[in-house]
């Protein structure tokens, strides 16, 4: 029989509890109706019981029926100041939920830890990061910036999957803005991009729809694949006989409106997507020609990465001349930033597709396209330009003796430009050599890759017992 002191004590308990209702709030506005469960709900950081001041909420809950840990907080509680307690229950919420294989979502605000903390702190932030660690690879982790994340906590967010902004308020960064515009000109924008930041939302509500909508193309865990959604025949994509941009054919390939890009308004096109209803990843550098810069490689090689850590297929559209010729991006490291890359595709060991959609030339072809790097298939458009070299090395290596003793050097030269991409360069003599599977014309490539993905979605591939690999870093 309970007793009425209990219960009095208990709804103590309860109203105290109140002064997180600034972040259940933002919970129940992601999850599904009346799903989320808390943790540690009475879990204090002071020693009034009245008072309960932890900065964090955790727990568990559904998104769209799917089971997620949820590791939340607020600036509207203590200003986001992190406390130990908050800490290690969040640190506890990301093991229980990577045990139970589940994906974890971060709503994230925080000024950082109190410092009249000290070392107590740290060493708490310190473990809430290898769990995250811990679990990077085993369970879809995905950040909702809602505020600042400097310092460790942004740490915190740079290590997730992928990561979603709210525009105005975020701050992504070892240092606040406010330190960084005193120390001298600042790019927010850019810094957002190089720090993880995939997608960036007005509102709130636009941010959790986004956490939603990725969700929904991942596997709850690394031992299972993505569910199946079946495409409206109504909305699957479609192309005729031509194309006026790489970006065009991909939005022509695709399930009709299933496409999730990251980091949109670069010229480079990394998306999620759907094919026939099953759920891959899309890479491509789209029709930019110039070559690939060391900022392109790294997002490339993350998200190939990613794929590959939840079992996405991959399906790349190559259209490149290979590394970017630039002196400052050899004094950024572009040779280190292209083996990464070639590192990513290379351990990877789930279905790989390649479309050669314009130029595969060098490296942007042994990287993109070759079934050496791991490629299961390789198609190539009948226009594509296939080569070691590009048009003006390879008129000089095959050509020399036509362009000496004429009167129009440079007409000559653009004649054997062309001459160098239809007959050595051309496709039709690397179908010959095996190096490709075969040459489509754009009306035919959906049919071409979901046929094709069928046969390999059930791949098994395995590397040698090893801890893990040594990326080029």
């Not at 007793?3 to 129940?28: C, P, T, W, Y």
């Given at each position: 029989?309970?007793?009425?002191?209990?219960?009095?004590?208990?709804?103590?308990?309860?109203?105290?509890?109140?002064?997180?209702?600034?972040?259940?709030?933002?919970?129940?506005?992601?999850?599904?109706?009346?799903?989320?469960?808390?943790?540690l709900s009475y879990a204090s950081s002071t020693e009034n019981d009245?008072?309960?001041?932890?900065?964090?909420?955790?727990?568990?809950?559904?998104?769209?029926?799917?089971?997620?840990?949820?590791?939340?907080?607020?600036?509207?509680?203590?200003?986001?100041?992190?406390?130990?307690?908050?800490?290690?229950?969040?640190a506890a919420a990301v093991e229980k939920a990577t045990k139970s294989g589940m994906p974890i979502v971060f709503l994230l605000s925080s000024a950082g830890m109190d410092l009249k903390l000290g070392v107590m702190a740290m060493d708490a932030y310190s473990k809430l990061?290898?769990?995250?660690?811990?679990?990077?690879?085993?369970?879809?982790?995905?950040?909702?910036?809602?505020?600042p994340c400097v310092g460790v906590h942004g740490m915190l967010a740079s290590s997730l999957d992928f990561v979603v902004a709210l525009e105005d308020k975020v701050q992504l960064g070892c240092y606040s803005d406010f330190v960084l515009s005193a120390n001298g000109k600042y790019n927010k924008e850019k810094a957002l991009a190089k720090n993880g930041v995939q997608f960036v939302r007005k509102s709130e509500t636009e941010v959790f729809d986004t956490v939603k909508n990725v969700l929904s193309y991942l596997p709850a865990n690394n031992l299972q694949r993505a569910v199946d959604i079946e495409p409206d025949a109504m909305s699957a994509g479609f192309i005729g006989d031509n194309y006026n941009s790489v970006e065009e054919l991909i939005e022509g390939v695709f399930d009709g409106g299933s496409i999730l890009r990251l980091y949109e308004g670069k010229k480079r096109f990394l998306a999620l997507g759907r094919l026939n209803g099953k759920s891959v990843a899309i890479v491509s550098n789209g029709d930019e020609e110039k070559g690939m810069c060391s900022g392109c490689c790294n997002r490339f090689a993350r998200f190939v990465e990613t794929a590959n850590c939840f079992n996405l297929p991959i399906i790349t559209f190559a259209n490149s001349r290979g590394m970017m010729l630039d002196n400052a991006q050899e004094e950024k490291g572009l040779l280190r930033a292209a083996s990464r890359l070639a590192f990513a595709y290379g351990q990877a060991v789930v279905p790989m597709i390649s479309v050669i959609a314009g130029k595969a030339v060098g490296s942007g072809y042994v990287i993109l396209s070759s079934k050496g790097i791991g490629n299961d298939f390789v198609f190539a458009m009948p226009d594509a330009f296939i080569s070691p070299v590009d048009e003006e090395a390879g008129i000089r290596l095959y050509y020399e003796d036509k362009m000496s003793g004429v009167d129009n050097v440079e007409a000559v030269k653009e004649q054997l430009k062309k001459d160098y991409g239809n007959e050595i360069a051309s496709p039709f003599e690397a179908v010959k050599q095996g190096v490709i599977d075969d040459i489509l014309m754009p009306n035919q490539l959906r049919e071409?890759?979901?046929?094709?993905?069928?046969?390999?979605?059930s791949k098994r591939d395995s590397m040698l017992p090893k801890k893990h690999g040594n990326m080029p870093l």
């Open positions: 029989m309970i007793e009425g002191m209990h219960r009095d004590k208990l709804q103590e308990f309860n109203n105290s509890k109140a002064v997180s209702k600034a972040i259940l709030d933002k919970i129940n506005a992601l999850c599904d109706d009346s799903t989320f469960v808390q943790s009245d008072e309960l001041k932890n900065s964090m909420v955790c727990g568990f809950g559904k998104i769209n029926g799917q089971n997620v840990g949820v590791v939340a907080q607020s600036l509207d509680v203590n200003k986001g100041s992190v406390d130990v307690v908050s800490i290690n229950m969040a990061l290898r769990s995250v660690v811990r679990s990077s690879g085993v369970v879809p982790m995905i950040g909702a910036l809602l505020g071409k890759l979901t046929g094709a993905l069928s046969v390999i979605v």
